[in-house]
């Protein structure tokens, strides 16, 4: 068992190709002692409410030397 700083994050975007403006929101819990998130949570938004992306990824497991 790690303890895990949490991070949030939200960043407003606008793209160049078509114009689309949205939001993305981001949690990661990160270990200081190896250095790495051990998960992230994305979800990102465009304003009109389509949602583009909803992930979330999970270190399953870890091998230190």
């Known amino acids: ?3 895990a ?3 949030n994050s939200v960043s407003w975007y ?3 190709d078509n114009n689309a403006v949205g939001r993305r ?3 990661q819990w990160y270990v200081p002692e190896i250095k790495l998130p051990i998960k992230i949570e994305t ?3 465009g304003n ?6 909803d992930e979330t990824r999970e270190l399953v ?3 230190s030397r």
């Open 43 to 45: 979800l990102q938004v």
């Open 61 to 63: 497991s870890f091998y």
């Open 25 to 27: 929101a981001t949690t």
């Open 14 to 16: 606008r793209r160049g």
């Open 1 to 3: 068992t790690f303890k």
């Open 48 to 53: 009109n409410g389509i949602v583009y992306q």
């Open 5 to 7: 700083l949490r991070i």
